[in-house]
């Protein structure tokens, strides 16, 4: 699970620190686990080093910890795997109850703070609203499965559109719970941790817009609203955002160039796995390039010479483009959040078809979108 330490770092100064003036006591019961299980809590200013780290006893066992301030932290369990929870630390009581035969059950059940009740109330709507939407997707797996050549089709449309229910199950916990707890910082927390922020923005932003201005005009409330915008514009169905830069004989990029299919691919010349895709494009860009595709290259890198010498060595003959800023490109952000190798398709003008592609999908997105009108 994705660490929102920046979020909670700055959530009203809420932040858990080893050094101390006060303590938290975590009461723990545990069952059925043996001799290698170990309860830990992490701080979010330091994700990686737990200020408790103790084995798990049948007996009852009680530990403090010192507290600068009360804050958010990580609650985890290694037993056979690692599983993490949220928790919220003060100065008072938490009553912790682990049972090996449901491990992933949030183990806390009685919490001294607000925000620590919270999130108890956070994790029984997930466990509840969960149930029923897999429930529900497990009778529809059963219903394809057991189709007939008469059913098929309407069992498959039946099971996807529950599949894409799910897709949006997280967000639709996130808004249940942000309508019981309207105030709540824990609401942000949980949209930022949302692996399909992007293809939930729409909602998200509207859930933002509509909580407390204390929320919503918080710091962090700005920025998770700003991330979403430009996350959402890397979604099926979204335009892609401008590029930035020029190809090495300095003339911008002209969407003229784009065809019926086009895939772009963001890289930069001293990575690896870049290289290591590039046989495999210039392969495919030599079958397809005569079929209404184009390749569109974007470059992240700082140095012309490295760009240019690869382009060369590579037989990279498509199009390629850099505004040489590296780090300081917006292109990185706008078109791949971040991540190289990345690649997407694109229609004639500029809507996203797929994206996050892998270098052994590309062909049969190619075809597959060739075909259609």
Same mark, same amino acid.
């Given at each position: 699970m994705k660490y929102a330490s920046r979020l909670l770092a700055l959530c009203i100064a809420l932040t858990v620190l080893s050094s101390c003036t006060k303590e938290a006591s975590l009461n723990i019961k545990s069952s059925g686990f043996d001799y290698n299980a170990v309860v830990s809590i992490y701080p979010i200013v330091n994700t990686s080093k737990a200020i408790l780290s103790k084995s798990l006893k049948s007996v009852g066992q009680n530990f403090k910890i010192p507290l600068?301030?009360?804050g958010f932290g990580r609650?985890?369990?290694s037993a056979n795997g690692d599983i993490s929870f949220w928790i919220y630390l003060d100065d008072g009581a938490q009553e912790i109850e682990f049972d090996a035969r449901d491990k992933f059950k949030y183990p806390v059940r009685k919490s001294s703070s607000k925000q620590g009740n919270e999130i108890i109330d956070?994790?029984?709507?997930? =466990? =509840?609203m969960s149930k029923a939407m897999n429930d529900s997707l497990k009778v529809a797996r059963t219903l394809l499965d057991n189709s007939t050549s008469e059913t098929v089709i309407q069992a498959a449309n039946n099971y996807n559109r529950w599949t894409e229910l799910k897709d949006k199950q997280r967000c639709n916990i996130v808004k249940e719970f942000s309508r019981l707890h309207p105030d709540?910082?824990?609401?942000?927390?949980? !949209?930022?941790e949302d692996p399909l922020i992007g293809k939930n923005s729409k909602n998200y932003l509207a859930l933002i817009d509509g909580l407390p201005a204390a929320v919503? +005009? =918080?710091?962090? &409330?700005?920025? !998770?609203? =700003?991330? !979403? &915008?430009?996350?959402s514009s890397l979604e099926v169905g979204a335009t892609m955002a401008p590029i930035s830069g020029t190809d090495p004989f300095g003339k911008e990029f +002209?969407?003229? !160039?784009?065809?019926k299919v086009n895939l772009f691919i963001c890289w930069v010349s001293y990575d690896n796995v870049c290289r290591k895709n590039n046989p495999v494009l210039v392969t495919l860009y030599e079958k397809y390039k005569d079929r209404d595709v184009e390749f569109v290259s974007i470059s992240y890198d700082k140095y012309r010479k490295w760009w240019t010498t690869v382009i060369k060595d590579d037989k990279l003959t498509w199009p390629q483009y850099s505004d040489l800023l590296h780090a300081k490109s917006p292109n990185p952000g706008n078109l791949s959040n971040y991540r190289v190798p990345y690649m997407f398709i694109t229609d004639r003008s500029g809507v996203i078809l797929s994206q996050d592609l892998g270098i052994d999908g590309i062909a049969l997105d190619l075809e597959t979108f060739l075909k259609k009108r």
């Amino acid at each position: 699970m994705k660490y929102a330490s920046r979020l909670l770092a700055l959530c009203i100064a809420l932040t858990v620190l080893s050094s101390c003036t006060k303590e938290a006591s975590l009461n723990i019961k545990s069952s059925g686990f043996d001799y290698n299980a170990v309860v830990s809590i992490y701080p979010i200013v330091n994700t990686s080093k737990a200020i408790l780290s103790k084995s798990l006893k049948s007996v009852g066992q009680n530990f403090k910890i010192p507290l600068k301030k009360p804050g958010f932290g990580r609650l985890e369990l290694s037993a056979n795997g690692d599983i993490s929870f949220w928790i919220y630390l003060d100065d008072g009581a938490q009553e912790i109850e682990f049972d090996a035969r449901d491990k992933f059950k949030y183990p806390v059940r009685k919490s001294s703070s607000k925000q620590g009740n919270e999130i108890i109330d956070y994790y029984k709507l997930e =466990s =509840s609203m969960s149930k029923a939407m897999n429930d529900s997707l497990k009778v529809a797996r059963t219903l394809l499965d057991n189709s007939t050549s008469e059913t098929v089709i309407q069992a498959a449309n039946n099971y996807n559109r529950w599949t894409e229910l799910k897709d949006k199950q997280r967000c639709n916990i996130v808004k249940e719970f942000s309508r019981l707890h309207p105030d709540s910082y824990f609401t942000l927390m949980m !949209i930022e941790e949302d692996p399909l922020i992007g293809k939930n923005s729409k909602n998200y932003l509207a859930l933002i817009d509509g909580l407390p201005a204390a929320v919503k +005009d =918080s710091e962090e &409330g700005k920025k !998770i609203a =700003s991330e !979403i &915008g430009r996350t959402s514009s890397l979604e099926v169905g979204a335009t892609m955002a401008p590029i930035s830069g020029t190809d090495p004989f300095g003339k911008e990029f +002209d969407a003229k !160039i784009l065809k019926k299919v086009n895939l772009f691919i963001c890289w930069v010349s001293y990575d690896n796995v870049c290289r290591k895709n590039n046989p495999v494009l210039v392969t495919l860009y030599e079958k397809y390039k005569d079929r209404d595709v184009e390749f569109v290259s974007i470059s992240y890198d700082k140095y012309r010479k490295w760009w240019t010498t690869v382009i060369k060595d590579d037989k990279l003959t498509w199009p390629q483009y850099s505004d040489l800023l590296h780090a300081k490109s917006p292109n990185p952000g706008n078109l791949s959040n971040y991540r190289v190798p990345y690649m997407f398709i694109t229609d004639r003008s500029g809507v996203i078809l797929s994206q996050d592609l892998g270098i052994d999908g590309i062909a049969l997105d190619l075809e597959t979108f060739l075909k259609k009108r």
